[in-house]
Nanobody
Framework: QVQLVESGGGSVQAGRSLTLLCTGSGYTYSSRYMGWFRQAPGAEREGVAA???????NYADSVKGRFTISKDNAKNTLYLQMNSLKPEDTAMYYC???????????????????????WGQGTQVTVSS
């Protein structure tokens, strides 16, 4: 059974940094694509960053240059380093992973939610001005 657990969220002032972690079990981080999504109250869930097994990445325009996605396969942990945080980054952040077989990185890198099979429960990030 695959389980993804996010941590590292919190409340910070604008301009500060946070690092989110997504630790998994029952899933091989090294072989599949993974991503981070976020959802603000009253808004649709949106993609933030995606990472393929070969190291390819893609970022939402709103976070390019500020956020970095990475992973440690040995620790089965996905990271999201968030710098220069803005109030508009306030949201629940979710970790997601592609299926063990199949799936499409082509679509996943464009944050197609339907190409992510496993989801965590989320960690809250609140940025105050």
């Amino acid at each position: 059974q695959v389980q993804l657990v996010e941590s590292g969220g919190g409340s910070v002032q604008a301009g500060r940094s946070l690092t989110l972690l997504c630790t998994g079990s029952g899933y091989t981080y090294s072989s599949r694509y993974m991503g981070w999504f976020r959802q603000a109250p009253g808004a649709e869930r949106e993609g933030v960053a995606a990472l393929d097994s070969d190291g390819s990445t893609n970022y939402a325009d709103s976070v390019k240059g500020r956020f970095t996605i990475s992973k440690d396969n040995a620790k089965n942990t996905l990271y999201l380093q968030m710098n220069s945080l803005k109030p508009e980054d306030t949201a629940m952040y979710y970790c997601a992973a592609g299926p063990s077989h199949g799936g499409s990185w082509y679509r996943a890198r464009l944050f197609s939610r339907y190409d992510y099979t496993y989801w965590g429960q989320g960690t809250q990030v609140t940025v105050s001005s």
